[in-house]
Nanobody, 127 residues
């Protein structure tokens, strides 16, 4: 059974950092494209950071470029999202998602491209 378990959220002040984890089971993260999405209150879920399978190519949304980094530990079958210089607008529930194989770059941000979703972890950034 494929499962994704997101963790690491919490309450921080503006300028601080958090690292989110997405532990996968039932498949190898190296074989899938993994995406981090977030959903702020009253807003649609949006793509934040993406890691394509095996080749390790990453993409980030403009709003988090230079601040967020996605990475993968194949031995732990876990994908991470390092978030630095957090701002109040980064507040939301963060979800990790997995898509079979390699997505073309234009498909990375589309929620419909992903086959599996984790339950989400809440990140709150106070000003």
């Amino acid at each position: 059974e494929v499962q994704l378990q997101a963790s690491g959220g919490g309450l921080v002040q503006a300028g601080e950092s958090l690292r989110l984890s997405c532990a996968a089971s039932g498949f190898k993260v190296n074989d899938y494209t993994i995406g981090w999405f977030r959903q702020a209150p009253g807003r649609e879920r949006e793509g934040v950071s993406f890691l394509r399978n095996s080749e390790g190519i990453t993409r980030n949304a403009e709003s988090v470029k230079g601040r967020f980094t996605i990475s993968r530990d194949n031995a732990k079958n876990t994908v991470y999202l390092q978030m630095n210089s957090l701002q109040p607008e980064d507040t939301g529930v963060y979800f990790c998602a997995a898509a079979k194989g390699r997505l073309i770059v234009s498909a990375l941000r589309a929620k419909a491209s992903y086959d599996y979703w984790g339950q989400g972890t809440l990140v709150t950034v106070s000003s």
